[in-house]
């Protein structure tokens, strides 16, 4: 991926810019990196620092603590594909003897697995990895702190628990998966788990005071799948844009939609906040726009990742401090200021190269019951049937090939659009997951579940 700093205007990077230089200011950051990527590669990196005459670049390594446990889950996501395993799969019948076997991958994957959020002390991001030499150690004696399933208590320990299971089934270390099947592939060169220089110090910086004490750089063992790697915005960059689009040599773009996909439980302030998680990523909504990535911290670093999906433009933000500025934010407000000032252009629309009259005959108006209908067949082969007026329930479908179609998000997920005909071939109805969709409201022509009143539609009487 090539850095094209001309590829934004300069009214946009001004304020991209302004942006990170508030946050490092107010944040007291001794340094804070940011590289902006939009349709598919990096068009700005920006850097504020302390240390005069120093200005951070895009291959200045800094240690990205949980944005790890997205790299791990994309190798377990590989091992899905290949079908070495299934996201239902109990863990037992993978990695027995954990004590955390009635786990699911998914769950696993999910924070939902009912795991503690830390290992037992002392605390492990400040402690060399050495001291937890097994399993059993990270887990504990009683793993589950909850009822498998029910909620999503975010897990350090389960991605250890991961990192094991790609261990396992891999017949490799972590670290050498993680190198041949994403690092390698993508072109990460300066994403290591060990530091290498060029790279930042990590510091803790006095809460009350404008002095700074180094912070320890503990190699962490078997939680490394959970926070060891360190990276640099150029290749955090190529990784957002990757989880943005899929790249076939490492996951399909199906495989990476489906990681940005809720599958953990909402708990309250979720719902209020708009916050949700995925397969290895945080979801959330904010100003109105969906976002998707993960953070990361260690003690003298924080780090984040944030993809907005329908804008095509993601951020990633490193600092060099434990805490201060916040970076999920500092993400948010890149994506948005971009997005704003320098709105996506939309493709050229194409005609279909081929016209389906079988197909092109759902298109138009149905009603379900008296609500309108429209059901449109565009040039990317799909179809999408959603309400004429208001707000409603509606999805795209994709073509099984046997006339019928399934729903791919929403209400209708999952959910078949069959076609129904006459006997002499004409089109009856849709019967779309056993709702019955006619041609006119109630239409006595076809099977309305319930049947339509003899007398038709009347005025008062």
């Known amino acids: 991926m090539t850095t094209s700093q001309e590829a934004l205007l300069p009214g946009t990077r001004r304020a991209l810019l302004h942006r990170i230089a508030v946050a490092q200011a107010e944040g007291r950051a001794p340094s804070l990196v940011a590289a902006v990527v939009r349709d598919g590669r990096a068009v700005w990196h920006g850097a504020r620092t302390s240390v005069e005459g120093h200005g951070p670049d895009e291959n200045v390594q800094y240690r990205v603590g949980s944005i790890t446990k997205t790299f791990t889950a994309v190798l377990v996501m590989r091992l899905r594909d290949e079908g070495l395993l299934d996201l239902a799969d109990a863990l037992e019948k993978h990695l027995p003897g954990t004590g955390a076997g009635e786990a699911t991958i998914a769950q696993l994957l999910a924070h939902t697995a009912g795991l503690a959020a830390e290992s037992p002390a002392p605390w492990w991001e400040r402690t060399p990895g050495?001291?937890?030499?097994?399993?059993?150690?990270?887990?504990?004696?009683?793993?589950?702190?909850?009822?498998?399933?029910?909620?999503?208590?975010?897990?350090?320990?389960?991605?250890?628990?991961?990192?094991?299971?790609?261990?396992?089934?891999?017949?490799?270390?972590?670290?050498?998966v993680l190198r041949s099947e994403i690092l390698e592939p993508l072109g990460l060169h300066r994403t290591s788990t060990r530091p290498q220089s060029p790279h930042a110090g990590g510091w803790a910086v006095h809460p009350w005071a404008d002095a700074m004490l180094p912070e320890p750089l503990e190699d962490l063992g078997l939680m490394a799948p959970a926070g060891q790697l360190w990276s640099t915005t150029g290749d955090l960059a190529r990784f957002a844009a990757f989880l943005a689009r899929g790249d076939d040599r490492v996951l399909s773009s199906e495989s990476v939609r489906e990681m940005r996909t809720p599958a953990a439980p909402a708990e309250a302030a979720d719902v209020v906040d708009g916050t949700s998680y995925g397969l290895g990523m945080q979801i959330q909504r904010r100003d109105g726009r969906l976002l998707v990535g993960h953070s990361g911290s260690l003690p003298g670093f924080l780090a984040n990742l944030t993809i907005g999906i329908e804008d095509d433009v993601a951020a990633v933000v490193l600092a060099n401090c434990t805490s201060g500025p916040l970076l999920g934010a500092v993400g948010a407000d890149l994506v948005r200021i971009v997005a704003d000032a320098e709105p996506r252009i939309p493709e050229p629309w194409h005609p279909l190269r081929e016209v389906d009259p079988a197909v092109l005959e759902l298109a138009g108006q149905w009603y379900w019951g008296t609500q309108a209908f429209g059901l449109r067949v565009s040039a990317d082969g799909l179809v999408a049937l959603g309400p004429l007026t208001g707000?409603?329930?509606?999805?795209?479908?994709?073509?099984?090939?046997?006339?019928?179609?399934?729903?791919?998000?929403?209400?209708?997920?999952?959910?078949?659009?069959?076609?129904?005909?006459?006997?002499?071939?004409?089109?009856?109805?849709?019967?779309?997951?056993?709702?019955?969709?006619?041609r006119q409201p109630y239409d006595t022509g076809a099977p309305v579940p319930g049947g339509v009143d003899p007398e038709g539609w009347r005025g008062i009487r």
């Open 130 to 176: 050495s001291l937890r030499p097994e399993l059993s150690d990270v887990l504990g004696e009683e793993p589950l702190l909850h009822p498998v399933g029910r909620r999503h208590h975010y897990s350090n320990p389960g991605y250890t628990v991961l990192g094991a299971l790609v261990e396992k089934l891999r017949d490799a270390p972590w670290e050498e």
């Open 391 to 438: 707000a409603g329930r509606r999805a795209r479908f994709r073509s099984n090939g046997d006339g019928t179609w399934t729903g791919l998000e929403g209400y209708y997920a999952g959910e078949l659009l069959r076609p129904v005909r006459r006997q002499d071939g004409s089109l009856s109805h849709l019967d779309l997951g056993s709702f019955v969709f006619t």
